[in-house]
């Protein structure tokens, strides 16, 4: 394997992307560079389940090739950019684990729409990034693979379900990467791992059929090292007629007018699963309001009242795909225990439970959005505690371990601990609007910790806007 090039590692995801459109460098040596920082880094991280070196060396010798027959003005937006796809998402060719040991992993017999609009735009695919058993929860530990480690401090989880992409991102394995979120998956790994994560509005980027999503919560979004980063991943995910005039990241350096921001700590967790926020995330939340404050935004408290029924009925429309999920019965005692415990609970439920609760969160998006509309900008901490330990959250195992595997909790103890965690990210799903989890501060110890930033519909260009104004400050 040919060395990673410090020059190469400096370089932010667009200034990449510039110096492989104009041939400064060739996607040869950046798909190299990349490979050769997943080889040495993730042994220790576990980012990647499936690292597939020989067909990205093939496809950037071809990304040459094409590069030296067209104008530089005629190459695709992401022309010899390497990334990595969960392993929720379809690769033609790639097996699909989906994060767990019940399935057969047979290889994708075509691209999910993510990935085919993303190499449409040129991108090398470097391989599969770790996700818990069918991305369902906070954390991106399974039965497949070592679990994704963070790289601020590898005893620790990456966050879920898009763990193992922001473990690659931020440890310099790959420049950007997509991530999914249907209850945080984006902004919870973002927020542990110090990226900038932003999960668009509702059908803002295609992401084709999915049977399971009956309340369509999930939406594909970037994870980057900064805001211009995502901007630019952002512009290949939205359709070009969807844009703002000139694409995202022709416009992220732009300012937004002074806006009105409200601050809260409300959480329709609150009711069933009572949480405390930690000092560091309440720390990260009053920097977030001085920079905002700073930048010229006014900023105040929002009171928000959810409705306490919210909790049965999310985790009812969040669960009904795994009971669908077609998992030989011989099988099924290799699911983890939340899976399996959700999975009979799916099960069990009628038909007419999950159209109930499908109903009533179509209300509460009414009523959530109705709340927010006195805000331009709703403003909370990313997570409500540090990132926590590997195996904190199932009850088995030790951080210190290189790969825990043992599941000593419960399935309810381990759901309330990822809602205690995570408790502001699924409502925004459910309401459909775009969301950015930007970092802002790092505790005594070096881990980073960051504020969600909640916007109205269509405002994914000021959330990015935002966010880079974070940045500069």
Known sequence: MVDSDPGIAQLGAVELRHALASGELSAREVTAHFLSVIETRNKQLGAFITVTAGQAMEDAKAADAFHANRARNNLPLLHGMPVAFKDLTDVAGVPTTHGSAALEHKPAPEDSAVAAALKAHGVISLGKTQVPEFGLTAYSENRVAPPSRNPHSPSRSSGGSSGGSAAAVAAGMVPFAPGSDGGGSIRIPAGACGLVGLKPGRGVVPSGASAGDAAKLVVAGPLARSAADAALLLDALVPVEDKPDGGYLANVGRPPSPLRVGVSLDSPWAGVYPFAVEQEALDALARGVELL?????????????????????FTAAWTAGVGSARIAPQREALLTPLTRTFRRRAQQRSAAKVNEALAFLRQFEHD?????AP?????????????????????????????????????????????????????????????????????????????????????????LQLAAVLEAS
Not at 301 to 309: F, G, H, S
Not at 368 to 372: E, H, L
């Open 368 to 372: 959530t959005v109705a709340q927010y």
């Open 293 to 313: 404050e700073f930048a010229g935004h006014r900023v105040g408290e929002a009171d928000i009242r959810y409705d306490n029924r919210y909790p049965a009925a």
């Open 375 to 463: 805000w331009d900008v709703i403003l909370m901490p990313t997570l409500a505690q540090t990132p926590r330990p590997i195996g904190w959250f199932t009850g088995g195992g030790h951080s210190d371990e290189p790969w825990p595997t043992a599941w000593a909790g419960d399935a309810d103890d381990d759901y309330r601990r990822q809602c205690e965690f995570a408790p502001w990210s699924s409502m925004v799903n459910v309401c459909g609007l775009p969301a950015i989890s930007v970092p802002v501060f790092v505790t005594e110890s070096g881990l980073p910790m960051g504020i969600q930033l909640i916007g109205r519909a269509g405002s994914e260009l000021q959330l």
